[in-house]
C-alpha cells in the first residue's frame, strides 16, 4: 500500500456528514476532525449559538459546515437536520448521534421526569437519528452510522443506573440495527467513551456562580487518571479519531461492534 492509498481509505472528501451534540465536547471535536478529513458536515444542538460558532470556526479553517439547530427528542427536527444534509451537499454518507444527557442518583431515588428525559434524549433521540438517517442511506445503498455509548456500560457504578442503562440500550441498539441494515451497504457500529474531559464530564466541579473550582478539578483529573493503567485521562479528539476511522472507508468491513476508547479503564476497574 502506498501513501497515496492510505490517505484515501481515511478520506471523506465529496462526503456529507451529520453530528449531533456538535456545540461542544466530543460532538464538536467530531464536526472538527470530520471536516478536517474532508466531509461536508451538518452540525445540529440544541445549542443554537455553540453549533454555530463550530460550524463558524471549521469554515474559518477551510472546511464546509453548516449549523442546524435540532432537539433530537423530536423525530421531526432530526429529519430536519439530515433533510439540511441532503440539501447543503445531496447526500449523506456518515450519521453520528453523540448528543447525550447526563441522570444523576440512585434509582430509588430519581424522580419520573428524569426518567423521561434521559430514555428521550439518550435512546429515542439516538433511535430517531438513525431512523433520519436511513431514510437517505437505504435509497442509496451506503452510509455509517456511529452511535454513542459509554464505558459505564461495562460495570455498574451507584448513582450512574438510569444513565447507564440508556446507554446499555444504545450498545444493543446498534448491534440490531447493522445486522438489520447490513443487505442495504450501511455499517452500523458504537462507541463506549471512557472518561473524557468534556464540560459534561465535569459538571460538578463548578460552584454556584459558574466558575471553575480548579482545586477540584485537578483532584478529580488525577482520580480518574488512575483509573487508566496508562494514567491519562482523554479528550474529545480521542473519540473523535475513533469516529473518522468507523465512517472511513478504512473500516469498510466493520459493523455491529462497540469499540472503546477509554485508556484501560473499563479493565482496571
Request: with cysteine.
Amino acid at each position: 500500500m502506498d501513501h497515496e492509498e492510505l490517505r484515501r481509505v481515511f478520506s471523506l472528501d465529496g462526503r456529507a456528514a451529520v453530528v449531533t451534540g456538535g456545540a461542544s465536547g466530543i460532538g464538536r471535536a467530531t464536526c472538527e476532525v470530520l471536516a478536517a478529513a474532508g466531509a461536508g458536515v451538518v452540525v445540529g444542538d440544541v445549542d443554537e449559538t455553540g453549533a454555530d460558532k463550530t460550524a463558524q470556526e471549521i469554515a474559518s479553517a477551510g472546511g464546509r459546515a453548516v449549523a442546524h439547530r435540532c432537539d433530537i427528542t423530536s423525530k421531526e427536527d432530526l429529519d430536519s437536520l439530515v433533510d439540511r444534509a441532503v440539501a447543503e451537499y445531496g447526500r449523506l454518507d456518515a450519521m453520528c448521534n453523540v448528543a447525550g444527557v447526563a441522570a444523576d442518583g440512585a434509582i430509588t431515588d430519581i424522580a419520573e421526569d428524569m426518567l423521561d428525559r434521559s430514555l428521550a434524549v439518550n435512546l429515542k433521540g439516538v433511535v430517531f437519528g438513525c431512523q433520519a438517517a436511513l431514510r437517505v442511506m437505504v435509497p442509496q445503498g451506503s452510509g455509517s452510522i456511529v452511535n454513542v455509548s459509554s464505558t459505564a456500560i461495562d460495570a455498574p457504578a451507584p448513582r450512574y443506573g438510569v444513565y447507564s442503562m440508556t446507554k446499555a440500550a444504545v450498545a444493543m441498539l446498534g448491534m440490531t440495527l447493522a445486522q438489520e441494515v447490513g443487505r442495504n451497504g450501511i455499517r452500523v457500529n458504537t462507541i463506549a467513551p471512557g472518561f473524557t474531559v468534556t464540560a459534561f464530564t465535569s459538571r460538578h466541579l463548578y460552584e454556584p456562580d459558574g466558575t471553575l473550582n480548579q482545586e477540584k478539578y485537578d483532584a478529580f483529573i488525577e482520580q480518574m487518571k488512575k483509573l487508566s493503567p496508562l494514567r491519562l485521562v482523554g479528550e474529545p479528539e480521542d473519540q473523535a479519531y475513533l469516529i473518522l476511522y468507523l465512517v472511513s472507508d478504512a473500516a469498510r468491513f466493520v459493523t455491529g461492534q462497540i469499540f472503546r476508547a477509554n485508556g484501560g479503564q473499563a479493565m482496571a476497574w
